[in-house]
């Protein structure tokens, strides 16, 4: 799919302009296949800042946190680097700095449930203490348990969630805090937990 006649990184930022183009999921694979490949691993600055700049464009980035979350934080190889790449090395400057950092931050976050909490945990801490990444620290947590690979530490997750300030009636937020203290750390390995929650603040349900 790259140029011949382009170094690599050109290569990269054209690869990217065609994810512009077509907004296409299949275009982020490709990147990740060449990434991979045997000409690779392609130049991580221009790898890295294709993809926050995509995160921090005022337009759709479905594709974009969807290569993120299933290709990028679910592989143990490269969930780590990934995620300091596109928020944890930088999330105080980003999220402090402009709307375009916000919604970085607000994309990183909801969708980095299958990150290790040991490597997701600083930027969570970082992203409670301004109040407008409050919603998307939630829907992090809330992913984290649920989502087929999350990773959580119940204790830590329930002293973050209980600092954030949510609009009232937030769904989910009581069943959330209800399994993280009773010391459930992922949907998938305590499936009973979630139907236990929920009828514990809706008994007719």
């Known amino acids: 799919m790259f140029?011949?006649?382009?170094?690599?990184?050109?290569?990269?930022?054209?690869?990217?302009?065609?994810?512009?183009?077509?907004d296409e999921?299949?275009?982020?694979?490709?990147?990740?296949?060449?990434?991979?490949?045997?000409?690779?691993?392609?130049?991580a600055a221009a790898l890295w800042?294709?993809?926050?700049?995509?995160?921090?464009?005022?337009?759709d980035a479905e594709a974009v946190t969807y290569s993120l979350w299933?290709?990028?934080?679910?592989d143990p190889a490269?969930?780590?680097?990934?995620?300091?790449?596109?928020?944890g090395d930088d999330?105080?400057?980003?999220?402090?700095r402009t709307q375009s950092g916000l919604r970085r931050a607000c994309r990183v976050l909801e969708c980095s449930g299958p990150v290790n909490w040991t490597v997701k945990e600083p930027a969570y801490r970082a992203a409670v203490r301004l109040p407008a990444l409050h919603p998307a620290v939630f829907r992090a947590l809330l992913t984290s348990f649920h989502d087929l690979y999350g990773d959580l530490e119940p204790a830590a997750a329930l002293t973050l969630l209980d600092r954030l300030t949510l609009p009232t009636g937030t769904r989910h937020l009581a069943e959330l805090r209800h399994v993280l203290a009773?010391?459930?750390?992922n949907h998938h390995r305590s499936p009973g937990a979630w139907d236990e929650a929920i009828r514990s603040y809706d008994p007719v349900s």
């Open 3 to 22: 140029a011949e006649d382009m170094d690599a990184a050109d290569q990269v930022r054209l690869a990217f302009g065609l994810l512009d183009l077509l």
């Open 25 to 43: 999921y299949w275009v982020t694979c490709e990147i990740r296949f060449a990434n991979e490949g045997a000409d690779g691993p392609l130049p």
């Open 49 to 59: 800042d294709g993809y926050r700049r995509r995160l921090e464009a005022d337009r």
């Open 70 to 74: 299933v290709d990028w934080f679910e």
């Open 78 to 87: 490269t969930s780590a680097t990934a995620f300091a790449e596109v928020l």
């Open 91 to 96: 999330i105080d400057q980003v999220a402090a």
């Open 182 to 185: 009773a010391g459930h750390r």
